[in-house]
């Protein structure tokens, strides 16, 4: 059974510009949550879709948008690029909808300059 | 509002060594879960090892084990005879019981295992 994809796994952008992320969660995994990985903040929770609806959204600002289509993979979006919008952006799927395991993929490293 | 701390920022063994990585975490709820997540080196994360807050057994699999003490709100882990494929970070995570798949992370312990 194919991982967690992510794409693109690496990407550059400017100050100002957006941008998009994609993940394809496990076959048969409904729920998908996303992540940002910081050296100074560690592991954020933004946001978890699970069957097209947003269950819980973490703090970030309003430039941080996810959307879950019908066959489960998910898309976040980052408008409005600042410099500490550099991470890594982490995907997860599940089966179950709340034990908490969690099946990563390999991340979406975004810089911005 | 949960917070993990993980006070271990660097550790370091030899092979075939036990070692113990410290985590606390603070909540005031009664039912949650907590894990240990290891992120090895430019791969992904993966799970490994779950406690449900309600079971008073401690989990274990295969060679890592943790030390959940519930009153005291800490929750280690031990990896015992340690292999260089245990080379990774590893996230002490707590999620609520019922909700969304939210999970807390603590800051990380990088575990090095040298031969």
Redesign the interface.
């Known amino acids: 059974k194919a991982g967690v994809t992510q794409t693109p796994r690496y990407l550059i952008k400017t100050r100002g510009q957006q941008v998009t992320l994609s993940c394809s969660p496990i076959s048969g995994h409904r729920s998908v949550s996303w992540y940002q990985q910081t050296p100074g903040q560690g592991l954020q929770f933004l946001f978890e879709y699970f069957s097209e609806t947003q269950r819980n959204k973490g703090n970030f600002p309003g430039r941080f948008s996810g959307r879950q289509f019908s066959n489960s993979r998910s898309e976040m979006n980052v408008s409005t690029l600042e410099l500490g919008d550099s991470a890594l952006y982490l995907c997860a799927s599940s089966w179950q909808t709340n034990t908490g395991e969690l099946f990563f993929g390999e991340g979406s490293r975004l810089t911005v300059l | 509002a949960q917070t993990v701390t993980q006070s271990q920022p660097e550790m370091s063994v030899q092979e075939a060594e036990t070692v113990t990585l410290s985590c606390t975490y603070d909540t005031s709820e009664n039912n949650y879960?907590l894990?240990w997540?290891k992120q090895p080196p430019s791969?992904?994360?993966?799970?490994v090892i779950?406690q449900e807050a309600y079971k008073q057994q401690n989990a274990t699999e295969n060679r890592f084990s943790v030390n959940f003490q519930k009153a005291a709100k800490s929750f280690s882990l031990k990896i015992s005879d340690s292999q260089l494929g245990d080379t990774a970070m590893y996230?002490c995570?707590f999620?609520v019981?019922?909700?969304?798949?939210?999970?807390?992370?603590?800051?990380?312990t990088r575990l090095t295992i040298n031969p």
């Open positions: 879960y894990f997540y791969r992904q994360m993966i799970l779950r996230f995570a999620k019981f019922e909700g969304a798949q939210k999970l807390v992370f603590g800051q990380g």
